[in-house]
C-alpha cells in the first residue's frame, strides 16, 4: 500500500503534474512546502510595513493612491500563502505566532529602511522585478494551490513593477536633485535585491531537493542571474548606474558578469540583526495584539450561534 503511494507520488512529480492537498505525500515535501509557504506570506505581509511609512508623505494624491493599492494588494498575497498553507494542515495563528517569536523567517529585504520617496520606486522597480523573478517559476510550483496562488500574486506584482518603474522615470526627468536620490536610493537597494534569492547554491540546503520534488523550478544563482540580465537594460535607459564595478557583458556566457554579494551581511540579517529586524517584528507584534479584541469578539459571536442553532 505505502509504495504504491508513494510511487503515484513519485510518478505524479516526474510527470511534471500538480500534488493536490489531499493527494499522499512525504512528510518532508508537506514540512518544506509549509516552511516556504509560510516565510513567503511572512515576507508579504512584513513588506507592507517600508512602504507604509511612505503612505501618509505621498508627493500626490496619484501616488498615494497607487502606493495604497500595491500595500493592500501584499496584504492580498499575504492571506492567498497562509490558506495555501492551510491546505498542508498549518495553522495561521501558529504560523503568526512563529513569525512574531522569531522562528519563521521573512525575506532579508524588508530589514532594509526606506529613506526616501525614490524608495518607493526602487522597491516597485528592483524589489517586485526580483519576486517575479522568483515568483513566476512558482506559478509551475508541483504544489496546486501554491503555484495557483501564484497566477494570480504575478499579475499584481507586475502592477507593482510597472508604477515603481514609472515612478522612477518621472523623478529622472525632474530636477538634479530627484535624478540623485533615485541613484541613491538604487544604490542603497541594487545588492540587497541580489540576496532576495536566497544563498549562493552551493551553501543552500534546500535548493537540491526542491528542485527534485518540484518546488524549486530554477537554482537561487539561475534566478538571481536572470534578474541582473534583465535589471541592467531598464537601469540604462532609466539613466541610473548599479554600485557594481565588476558588472560588464560577457559576450562568451551570454551574461552579465557581476560582483559577489556581501554574503555575511546577508546571514547577518536573516539571523535578525539587520537595520529594521527589530522594528519591523515589533510593529508586527502590536499589531496583532491590537487585533486581539477582533479575534475574540468574532469566537465569542460563533459561540453564540453555535449555542443557538444546537
Ligand atoms: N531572506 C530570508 N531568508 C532567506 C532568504 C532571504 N532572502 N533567502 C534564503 N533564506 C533562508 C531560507 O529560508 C533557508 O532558511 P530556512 O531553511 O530556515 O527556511 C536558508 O536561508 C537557506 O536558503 P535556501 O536557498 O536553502 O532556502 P530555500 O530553498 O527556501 O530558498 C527562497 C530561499 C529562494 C527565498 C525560497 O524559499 C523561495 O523561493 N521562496 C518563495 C519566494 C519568497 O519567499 N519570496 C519573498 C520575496 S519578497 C516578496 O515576494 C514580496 C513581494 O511583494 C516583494
Known sequence: EHDDLTTHFESTIARDQRIEPRDWMPEGYRQTLIRQIAQHAHSEIIGMQPEGNWLTRAPSLRRKAILTAKVQDEAGHGLYLYSAAETLGA??????????????????????????????????????????????????????PYGRAMIRVCKEESFHQRQGYELLTTMMRGTDAQRAMVQESVNRFWWPALMMFGPPDDQSPNTEQSMAWGIKRHTNDELRQKFVDMSVPQAQVLGVTFPDPDLVW?????????????????????KGNGAMNFERIAVRREAHENGQWVRDAALAFAAREEQETN
Request: aromatic share 14%; proline share 5%; hydrophobic share 35%.
Open 91 to 144: 495553522d495561521r495563528a501558529e504560523l503568526t505566532d512563529k513569525l512574531i517569536a522569531g522562528k519563521q523567517k521573512y525575506s532579508s529585504i524588508f530589514n532594509y529602511p526606506t529613506l526616501s520617496f525614490a524608495d518607493v520606486g526602487t522597491i516597485g522597480w528592483l524589489v517586485d522585478g526580483a519576486a517575479i523573478c522568483n515568483q513566476v517559476p512558482l506559478c509551475r510550483s508541483s504544489f496546486g
Open 250 to 270: 560577457n559576450p562568451d556566457r551570454g551574461h552579465y558578469d557581476f560582483g559577489e554579494p556581501d554574503w555575511s551581511e546577508f546571514m547577518d540579517v536573516v
